[in-house]
């Protein structure tokens, strides 16, 4: 167990990663309906600060644009900060000279090609605009990665090192891959902060992911100068790539074809973001993440945006109740990110005892 983790939270919660830490207020999930009916209940009670509705359709920032342009904020280091420095000068003695480190906030802006015609014209296409939970997604593993939370879900110091993969609008660590990523804005944010970034989604959104990893190349190394001294940008750009994956071929293919078919490093990290929005891909969408999870390694986080109850309630059941071999352990993780989300961290180990 690395410094990352604290004694209270290793005797409180299960230790999941390295890379994955469940903050204080996780709570096991055993019933699907108990879990959808304490999230439903707390999303009806909380009031939007804005003012606006607080259900908001099917999540998607501006269908209208092709192209948008976003910005993070960037938080500023806690190690910013305005120090003395102590040096000796020509005449031997002491001399003190203060430096003002970098104290101050910084904005990332993105600009992301999308397909507003896609949306409306093409059978099954969601992936080709924007959607709130991934900005959301990127914005609070931004502000917890640069403020080094004491509680964050994911270990900054392990970050670097993880390879991640994602189904839905996010990233792979160590080696990250994103499912039904659409336009690609996460493998943007947040490969810089990983060591691999596989980016997926169905075929016909491939060249538009890529066209927005071009658009944004210079955007997608670190951030301030001692990072880029640290990683250059000619040792960064092959950390990222975009991949064709299909959930219902691999779904409907032979085990002996899903090892050949979707063959990917071991991952550390399976990102699933606001990918559950059709009852008809659930069991797709549940046959890739257990195909793609590896027993005692891989940790898989799952974001929602809370629309439809049943659709929820029906992949929640269908996760807890996997047929494979092994044992399932998912959390839900409160607080992490404000809005209409629901965050779960699931794994899963070989059942040879109990879990």
């Not at 990332?108 to 090609?113: H, I, N, T």
């Amino acid at each position: 167990m690395c410094a990352f983790n604290t004694k209270e939270l290793s005797e409180e919660l299960p230790w999941v990663s390295e890379l994955v830490q469940l903050p204080p207020t996780s709570t096991r999930v055993i019933d699907a309906d108990e879990e959808v009916f304490l999230q439903y209940t707390n999303l009806a009670s909380r009031a939007p600060a804005d003012g606006t509705q607080r259900f908001r359709g099917l999540g998607h920032v501006d269908s209208y644009n092709d192209v948008l342009t976003i910005e993070f904020t960037i938080p500023a280091s806690p190690r910013d900060h305005v120090g003395t420095i102590h040096r000796q000068g020509r005449s031997g003695k002491p001399v003190k000279r203060n430096r003002k480190t970098s104290g101050q906030a910084q904005t990332l802006s993105v600009e992301l090609a999308q397909d507003k015609t896609a949306l409306r014209s093409r059978k099954g296409d969601t992936g080709s605009v924007v959607w709130h939970a991934s900005i959301d997604f990127a914005q609070t593993v931004l502000r917890q990665y640069y403020t080094r939370e004491i509680h964050a879900l994911l270990n900054p110091t392990a970050l670097s090192n993880a390879h991640v993969l994602e189904l839905g609008v996010l990233v792979l660590l160590r080696h990250l891959i994103v499912l039904r990523a659409g336009t690609g804005l996460l493998s943007v944010v947040i490969a810089p902060l990983v060591a691999h970034y596989t980016v997926t989604d169905i075929e016909a959104l491939v060249p538009l992911i890529r066209k927005n990893l071009t658009l944004n190349t210079p955007k997608i190394f670190p951030i301030t100068p001692s990072d880029r001294r640290a990683h250059p940008a000619t040792s960064r750009t092959s950390n990222v790539s975009a991949e064709a994956l299909d959930w219902i071929t691999l779904h409907n293919a032979s085990p002996a074809f899903r090892r050949s078919f979707a063959c990917y490093p071991e991952l550390d990290l399976l990102l699933v973001v606001d990918c559950i929005y059709h009852p008809s891909l659930l069991p797709a969408l549940l046959s890739t993440i257990d195909h793609l999870t590896i027993p005692g390694k891989t940790a898989v986080l799952v974001v929602v945006e809370l629309r439809a109850e049943d659709v929820v309630r029906e992949f929640l059941d269908g996760w807890l109740n996997i047929s494979s071999g092994a044992l399932w352990q998912i959390y839900s993780v409160s607080a992490f990110m404000e809005g209409p989300y629901a965050v779960w961290i699931g794994w899963k180990t070989i059942s040879n005892g109990d879990a």
